[in-house]
């Protein structure tokens, strides 16, 4: 599927490159020790501006998902399955991201799902798929 890119800034490239090296990687507060994101320059819990990303799992949950029937370019052609992924390393840590490698119709709500990355240019989405 073809893909608008993120823009890269200090604060989001752990996020968009981890996957070079095969690692998620998600902000992560020193001071109250809270998960969050989108990755940001302060806590979103604590306001502290002790943060920087860590590795985490990869392993989580469907919380949501819907599927896209609507062809916004002419060369989106398969319907595809947006969701919200809850991370298995802390509740309510969720990000928003596309489960592929099975049909749209079989991606249910509490469904374990794990990251991959795929490569375009100097960005590796992260994707998720079914796990085992």
Same mark, same amino acid.
């Given at each position: 599927m073809p893909r608008k890119l993120p823009q890269?800034?200090?604060?989001?490239?752990?996020?968009?490159?981890g996957g070079e090296s095969g690692r998620l990687m998600i902000h992560r507060c020193s001071a109250? /020790?809270?998960?969050? %994101? !989108?990755?940001?320059p302060m806590c979103s819990s604590c306001g502290s501006l002790e943060v920087? !990303?860590?590795?985490?799992? =990869?392993? =989580?949950?469907?919380? /949501?998902?819907? @599927? +896209? %029937?609507?062809a916004w370019k002419p060369e989106l052609t398969e319907h595809y399955v947006v969701?919200?992924?809850? #991370?298995?390393?802390?509740?309510?840590?969720? #990000? #928003?991201s +596309? &489960? &592929? =490698?099975m049909p749209p119709e079989q991606v249910r709500?509490?469904?374990? @799902?794990?990251?991959?990355?795929?490569q375009h240019e100097d960005v590796w989405l992260p994707l998720f798929q079914k796990a085992d």
């Open positions: 890269i800034t200090s604060d989001s490239s752990a996020f968009w490159q109250c /020790t809270r998960f969050f %994101h !989108p990755p940001a920087a !990303p860590e590795p985490v799992s =990869g392993r =989580g949950r469907v919380a /949501t998902c819907t @599927v +896209n %029937h609507q969701a919200i992924i809850e #991370l298995d390393d802390q509740p309510g840590l969720r #990000l #928003l +596309n &489960v &592929v =490698g709500i509490d469904m374990p @799902v794990q990251v991959f990355f795929e």
